[in-house]
Every structure is written in C-alpha cells, then in structure tokens.
C-alpha cells in the first residue's frame, strides 16, 4: 500500500466500490431466508400468515361480486358448467391464498437458478478488485509537493464520484431485496382477487410485477459480470503524457464503465418490463 496521499485516497475509493460490489454479489445469491439470520423473514412470515385471515374475507367478498357480474340471473347460475366454473375459480383462489408463500418460493428458486448459472457459465463467481496501475503510481509517488496539488483536487473528485456510484448501486440492490419482502408480506391480498373475474386482473398484475423484481436480479449480476471482465483489463494511458492527464484518462474511462453499471442497475426493472413484456 502506497503512503501517497493521492494514491491512498484513489485506492481506498476503489476499494470501496469493489467491498460494495461484494455485497451485490452476496445479496443477489442469498436466499430472503438466510438474509441477516433469518430474523427478517420470520417477521414477514408473521405478517404473511396474519394476512391471510384477511384475504380469505376478501375472497368471498371478491367472489360474491365476480358471481353478481358475470350471472345475469339466478337461473344462469343454476347451469352444470357456469356453477363448476365458479366453483373451481374459487378453489383455486382459496388454494393461492394457502399455499401463495410457496408458489412464491418456487419461482424465487427458478429466478436463483437463472443467476447461479449466469455466474457459472461467465466463469466469474465474484467481483474483480481493482487498483491503479503500478507505473501511474510510481509517477504520482514522484511528484513534488507543487506538481502534486492538482492531483489533490482531482484524487478528490474521482473519489467522490466513486463513494456516491458505489452507494447507488448498492441502495438499488438493497430495494429489490426490501421489495422481495414486501410482496411476500402482502400476496395473500392480491392473490385473493382471483376469486373473481373482474378482478382477477389484480391478482396476475402483482404475479408479473413479483416476477419482474426477481429478473431484475438476473439483469444485475449479467451487467456485474460484464462489469468484472471489463475491470480486468484496465485502461490503456498515454504514458507520454502529464501525470495529471494521465490519471483523468484513467479515471474518466473507469468512471464512464462503473456509470454505465449503475445505469444499467437502475434500469433493471425496464429492462425486464421491455424484454419480458411484463
């Protein structure tokens, strides 16, 4: 480790990023079970279970006014196949109701498996750490105190952007984990709109919206991936060239590549939504 001011503050930013890309990582391949011990999903399993009393009210009331708007009359409804129609779509309400947390828990498995094998098949299992170059070092190590005043303020800068791209990234991941919990929390209300057929549209609105947050994290880890092969080989400088612009060469070209992982964060939920049709 470098006792240059300006080489530490650089290297302890990227330091940074890569310790928050590790937490990426780890939240994107851990289970909602296993995050932080499993006292946070105990929680949501209360709240789940202390929901479902309330939609099975739901689903009869749900069920009453899908059965007033599609039977005209009471002799309509005394037909064979309209009575088994409404029957079965009230069973299978009732079994979404009771059974939702692992229809849920499924198509989180399918949604971890899409991921293990994006890590797998790209060969990189976890993120790339990265440090300057050892001839930048060397050239910054032997500036002088005046020639090495710029470089302050734009060891500064690039450390900034790099604390605040870091923090975006990972608020982002931490969201679609808090929204993992919160649609578990809330599905038995929901899924009790499939009593009904005006308001089945619900019940598969939230189906595709809990499925679009569990590919978001397919689409972040794709674009960490990148992200990690592409921090592998660092940027070519111009060694001809002032230490200064040698370092905002350096940094621009690091930073433009960390700016468009975290546009590609940020817009992970699109992605999905224009990709899926969701």
Not at 16 to 23: C, G, N, V
Not at 50 to 56: D, G, N, R
Not at 89 to 113: D, P, Y
């Amino acid at each position: 480790m470098s006792d240059n001011w300006i080489v530490e503050n650089i290297q302890n930013a990227l330091s940074k990023w890569s310790e928050y890309l590790d937490i990426v990582w780890t939240l994107l391949t851990t289970p909602p079970q296993d995050f932080r011990g499993g006292g946070i999903w105990s929680v949501i399993l209360n709240i789940h279970s202390s929901i479902q009393a309330i939609a099975l009210a739901l689903l009869v009331l749900f069920f009453l006014v899908g059965v007033v708007k599609t039977c005209g009359s009471f002799a309509e409804l005394k037909r064979p196949e309209v009575a088994v129609k409404l029957f079965i779509r009230f069973i299978i309400a009732k079994v979404l109701i009771t059974h939702g947390l692992e229809l849920m828990l499924a198509l989180f498995s399918i949604v971890q498996g899409v991921i293990t094998t994006i890590m797998r098949a790209s060969g990189v299992i976890t993120s790339t750490g990265m440090a300057m170059p050892d001839e930048m070092v060397e050239k910054i190590e032997g500036l002088g105190f005046l020639a090495s005043i710029p470089l302050w303020a734009v060891s500064l800068i690039i450390c900034l952007l790099i604390w605040v791209l870091s923090f975006i990234v990972l608020l982002t991941v931490y969201g679609r984990f808090f929204k993992i919990y919160i649609f578990t929390a809330i599905a038995p209300i929901p899924l009790s709109t499939f009593a009904g057929e005006p308001s089945q549209s619900v019940g598969v609105s939230f189906l595709r919206s809990y499925c679009a947050v569990l590919l978001e994290g397919a689409v972040i880890i794709l674009a960490c991936v990148i992200f990690s092969l592409f921090a592998a080989s660092p940027p070519v400088v111009d060694s001809s060239v002032s230490v200064v612009t040698q370092v905002w060469s350096y940094s621009g070209e690091l930073i433009l590549s960390m700016l468009i992982l975290v546009a590609t964060v940020k817009m992970a939920d699109r992605v999905i939504k224009e990709m899926m049709g969701l």
